[in-house]
């Protein structure tokens, strides 16, 4: 079957042909699906994703499937290069790995990856971690990390609100050490913040204990 000729009985739910173009898109897509899905979920050092390794591959991939059929194949319909197969499984593992990450973050929130040492660190700390994400993803991860820090904004002339300055400056500095690999050394250095090493470890920590508060 061509494979343009598949896309189109694939987004054609009223098509005779509708359940063996999906039988076929099955057929020829499932192991580099699965491939896609457990390479991006290996590369997660996460430990209770690796309890559960194998549910959660299936999971994701049934989740896969679910996002390509659904809204009558919206997904499906907005891929472009139709005659073009090799593009299609490119687009197709992309999609893999943001419903791995969707998975995630939805039923596997970011847990702690080291617990011996001094300061606690979580997964998304890890550059290891960040390296696999894409572009989008690290956006949505930074939009996440700095929403949880924030918290709700208070009302004017509340003690919170008076240290809001601070809670900003104090993202700053987390943001630095534990994305910029900046070491206090170099925080303290910054002349704009005028602060000692032990500050530095101090704001880590209740950074740290904020994102943990949005977590547990």
Request: glycine share 4%; aromatic share 12%.
């Amino acid at each position: 079957m061509p494979f343009s000729q598949l896309l189109e009985w694939c987004c054609t739910p009223d098509s005779p042909h509708y359940q063996r173009a999906w039988n076929e898109f099955y057929r020829r897509y499932n192991l580099l699906m699965l491939k896609a899905i457990t390479k991006r979920c290996a590369q997660l050092n996460v430990p209770r994703l690796k309890l559960q390794f194998d549910e959660v591959v299936h999971d994701i991939f049934g989740d896969v499937l679910t996002t390509l059929v659904q809204d009558n194949c919206r997904v499906l319909r907005d891929f472009r290069a139709k005659d073009n197969e090799g593009m299609f499984k490119c687009w197709l593992a992309i999609i893999c790995n943001k419903r791995v990450w969707r998975f995630v973050n939805k039923h596997l929130p970011p847990r702690m990856v080291n617990t011996e040492t001094e300061h606690q660190e979580f997964i998304f700390e890890s550059p290891r971690f960040r390296q696999h994400l894409t572009e989008a993803d690290q956006w949505e991860l930074y939009e996440w990390v700095v929403a949880c820090l924030r918290g709700r904004e208070s009302a004017p002339g509340t003690e919170r609100a008076r240290q809001r300055g601070n809670l900003e400056r104090d993202i700053h500095i987390y943001l630095l050490y534990v994305w910029g690999d900046f070491n206090q050394e170099m925080i303290s250095s910054l002349p704009h913040l005028d602060i000692g090493h032990r500050v530095t470890d101090n704001v880590v920590n209740r950074m740290r204990e904020r994102v943990r508060g949005c977590i547990e």
